[in-house]
C-alpha cells in the first residue's frame, strides 16, 4: 500500500510533467491544491505504489489530458489481477456448468473455479434445477444463466471496485453481507423422485445413457466379429 508521502510525491510529479497550457494567461494543466491532495490521497493509499506508477504511464500512452483518481484505480486493478483470478464471462461460466452436469450429475458435488459461478447457480435456483434441465430447454436455460450470472458479475465488479473504509461502511450498514471465506462447492441434493412420479431425462443422465448405449453396441459387434473369425478359422481348417 502506498503511504501520504509517496502519493504527495507522485502527484508532484504529475504536475511537472503537464506543466503549463498555451492558453493566455496560461495555467497549469495539474495543479492539485492541499484538499485535493488529500483527496487523492485517501483514494489510492490501498493501492500499491508500483500499481499507481504503472497504471499512470498507460494513462499517459493513451491520453493527452490528466486522469482522476479514478482512471488510476480503475487501471491498476486491471494491471494487477492476476489471469486465475479474473472473472470468467457468462459463455465460460455456462461451458463449465454444462461440464459439470456431464460430470457429476445430481448425484455429486460440483467444484466450480471461481466464486461467481457459485452464486449464479445458487441465484439461478441451485445444483438441482440445473441438473433437471432437460435437452429441449437447454437453450432457455442457458440465456437465463447468462442473466444470472451478468448480474453477479456486476455486483462483484462493483463491489470489488469500492474503496476499503467504504466497503467497511456498507457492511456495517447492512447494504452488503458481512465478508465470508468464499466456497467453491455446493452440496449434492437428494435428486430422488417421490413415489409414482417419472424422473425427467436430464442432460447429465442422457449423455451418460448415449455412452453406455454406444459400448454394448462396440462389445456386441467386437464379439459377432469374433465369432465370425472363429467360424471362418473352422470352416479353413476343415477344407
Known amino acids: 500500500m502506498s503511504t501520504p508521502l509517496e502519493i504527495a510525491d507522485f502527484l508532484d510529479e504529475m504536475t511537472d510533467w503537464y506543466g503549463w497550457t498555451n492558453t493566455n494567461p496560461p495555467r497549469q494543466m495539474f495543479k492539485p491544491n492541499q484538499k485535493q491532495v488529500d483527496m487523492w490521497v485517501s483514494l489510492l493509499a490501498d493501492l500499491p505504489l508500483a500499481a499507481i506508477v504503472a497504471a499512470w504511464r498507460q494513462w499517459l500512452a493513451d491520453n493527452k489530458y490528466p486522469p482522476a483518481p479514478s482512471d488510476l484505480r480503475a487501471l491498476a486493478r486491471a494491471l494487477t489481477t492476476p489471469v486465475d483470478e479474473a472473472t470468467p464471462d457468462a459463455d465460460q461460466a455456462w461451458a463449465e456448468v454444462i461440464g459439470q452436469i456431464t460430470r457429476v450429475g445430481h448425484t455429486g458435488t460440483p467444484t466450480w473455479s471461481h466464486p461467481a459461478i457459485t452464486e449464479a447457480v445458487r441465484g439461478f435456483g441451485g445444483w438441482r434445477l440445473l441438473c433437471a434441465m432437460e435437452i429441449d430447454q437447454t437453450a432457455t436455460h442457458r440465456a437465463q444463466f447468462r442473466d444470472v450470472f451478468n448480474a453477479v458479475k456486476g455486483r462483484a465488479a462493483r463491489v470489488s471496485s469500492m474503496l476499503p473504509d467504504v466497503r467497511a461502511f456498507a457492511q456495517a450498514s447492512g447494504a452488503l453481507p458481512a465478508p465470508v471465506e468464499a466456497a467453491l462447492a455446493l452440496p449434492a441434493p437428494d435428486e430422488t423422485p417421490a413415489d409414482g412420479e417419472r424422473a425427467a431425462i436430464v442432460?447429465?443422465?442422457?449423455?451418460?445413457?448415449?455412452?453406455?448405449?454406444?459400448?454394448?453396441?462396440?462389445?456386441?459387434?467386437?464379439?459377432?466379429?469374433?465369432?465370425?473369425?472363429?467360424?471362418?478359422?473352422?470352416?479353413?481348417?476343415?477344407?
Open 203 to 239: 442432460y447429465a443422465d442422457f449423455k451418460r445413457y448415449r455412452a453406455e448405449e454406444r459400448e454394448q453396441r462396440e462389445a456386441a459387434g467386437r464379439a459377432a466379429l469374433a465369432r465370425y473369425q472363429a467360424e471362418q478359422e473352422a470352416n479353413n481348417a476343415a477344407l
